[in-house]
């Protein structure tokens, strides 16, 4: 028998209708995935129930599609260097943690929905922090969620932005190839999906940064500019927003206290992460996703996200403002 959390009842009929998710097939389609991982050589992964549940439930319980993903998870994490630097928590993390910048909100949108992050840009010091900063430790969280969030991996995520007082010098440090890397690892690497960004508060100045953003996603019409607070509630609605933005789903201070708590808690794991990977000497084939070792990640041969929908390229030149 499987083990892994059981399932809110909501969320348990968005896996069943969804994600193809039978609860009796649930343990073999486990044992199949990690014996697969553990016949690699050039592949050191985890393999406990729960990491490996997550990857199935995003694949739809499709096995060459898990088994891409997670190739590709651990290839990029092998490469990107320059991005994750050290696996281990350090006082940058905390530090980020503490200022405020990021939430994630108690309250998905409803049982079986999608998680909410709530991010203040206007809170980054640029003087400690650097974009490169800011990305690993939204790597961090999004670790932790793959292991403890089942909402995120089941419905998605939805990602709110103030883009109030974003500082300048943080601009100048997103570029193209940044995001490119960046955004790689988000759409191939971890087992969630964006069902939309809503931005509020952007300059012009940051509407130029949010074109270059809609380069690279993947879903470019999930991104909507918010001219006002007022229409960011009435999209969302109010009790899903943060208290100190008008709404009723937990307060800053609130979800900066868990997420610090959960920073320790995995102090271990992250540890321990250092040791997974890939070693490019061992692999016998030529990979289907991944970089050769020193290359920058590609996007996989067939993308292994299944619940992206193919949008007219002309569409993606439009900017929603709402």
């Not at 998605?156 to 300048?168: A, H, T």
């Not at 270059?212 to 009435?234: C, N």
């Not at 610090?260 to 995995?266: A, G, R, S, T, V």
Request: charged share 25%.
């Amino acid at each position: 028998m499987s083990q892994i959390r059981p399932l809110a009842p909501e969320l348990a009929a968005v896996a069943r209708t969804e994600l193809n998710e039978v609860e009796t097939d649930i343990a073999s389609k486990i044992i199949e995935l990690r014996r697969w991982i553990e016949e690699q050589p050039y592949l050191t992964a985890r393999t406990d129930d729960q990491f490996l549940v997550g990857f199935l439930r995003f694949c739809k319980y499709n096995m060459d599609d898990a088994k891409k993903r997670i190739d590709y998870y651990y290839t990029y994490k092998t490469t990107a260097g320059d991005l994750l630097k050290s696996r281990r928590i350090d006082d940058k993390v905390f530090g980020i943690c503490r200022a405020g910048i990021f939430a994630t909100l108690p309250k998905p949108v409803g049982p079986g929905g999608p998680r909410i992050h709530f991010t203040r840009m206007g809170l980054i010091d640029t003087s400690l922090y650097t974009a490169k900063d800011i990305f690993r430790f939204i790597m961090f969280r999004s670790e932790i969620e793959a292991n403890t969030d089942d909402n995120w991996i089941i419905s998605g995520v939805l990602e709110i932005i103030d883009f109030s007082k974003i500082p300048y010098a943080l601009l100048r440090q997103f570029e193209a190839n940044l995001f490119k890397k960046m955004a790689a690892f988000l759409e191939y690497g971890v087992p969630t999906n964006l069902v939309g960004t809503h931005i509020v508060n952007a300059s012009m100045d940051a509407q130029i940064i949010l074109n270059l953003v809609r380069l690279v996603m993947k879903q470019r019409e999930l991104l909507h500019i918010h001219s006002t607070l007022e229409s960011l509630q009435k999209a969302i609605g109010k009790e899903y927003l943060p208290v100190e933005y008008g709404g009723n789903n937990g307060t800053y201070e609130e979800a900066m206290a868990n997420f610090e708590q959960q920073l320790n808690d995995f102090s271990d794991y992250f540890d321990e992460d250092e040791k997974y990977g890939v070693d490019e000497t061992l692999r016998q084939v030529e990979p289907t996703v991944g970089p050769a070792a020193n290359k920058t990640p590609p996007t996989p041969v067939s993308p292994p996200s299944p619940k992206c929908v193919s949008v007219p390229e002309e569409s993606f030149r439009k900017l929603n403002i709402d």
